[in-house]
Nanobody, 130 residues
Framework: QVQLQESGGGSVQAGGSLSLSCKGSHSLYIHASTCMAWFRQAPGKEREGVAA???????DYAESANRRFTISQDNAKNTLYLQMNSLKPEDTAMYYC??????????????????????WGQGTQVTVSS
């Protein structure tokens, strides 16, 4: 079982940047061709996928994150990252990283359905003020 720990959240003004990290207890990818993702949940809203990456480097982004956020991985450090630029107040949320333990189809990256992911971190809060 993989344990995930997020860090890097905080408070910034609109237009600022934050870099989130997600450290895994061991290899992020339990087997080849699985994937990881960042989700977020704002107060009163459902959790939504933000960005996802497969072990072979293929990525996908929610429309709200496209061209502002970048997901990346460092397998040697068992760490997943989310670089967030040009932050907006509507980006305020708790951010979670998640891992899928089985084969990850391209469609899984595209849909970023939380039910497809098996392991979750505790979350890190991001607050963007106007």
């Amino acid at each position: 079982q993989v344990q995930l720990q997020e860090s890097g959240g905080g408070s910034v003004q609109a237009g600022g940047s934050l870099s989130l990290s997600c450290k895994g207890s061991h290899s992020l990818y339990i087997h080849a061709s699985t994937c990881m993702a960042w989700f977020r949940q704002a107060p009163g809203k459902e959790r939504e996928g933000v960005a996802a990456i497969r072990s072979d480097g293929i990525t996908d982004y929610a429309e709200s994150a496209n061209r502002r956020f970048t997901i990346s991985q460092d397998n040697a450090k068992n760490t997943l990252y989310l670089q967030m630029n040009s932050l907006k107040p509507e980006d305020t949320a708790m951010y979670y990283c998640a891992a899928k333990s089985r084969f990850c189809a391209i469609r899984t990256l595209q849909t970023m359905n939380e039910g497809d992911f098996d392991y979750w971190g505790q979350g890190t809060q991001v607050t963007v003020s106007s």
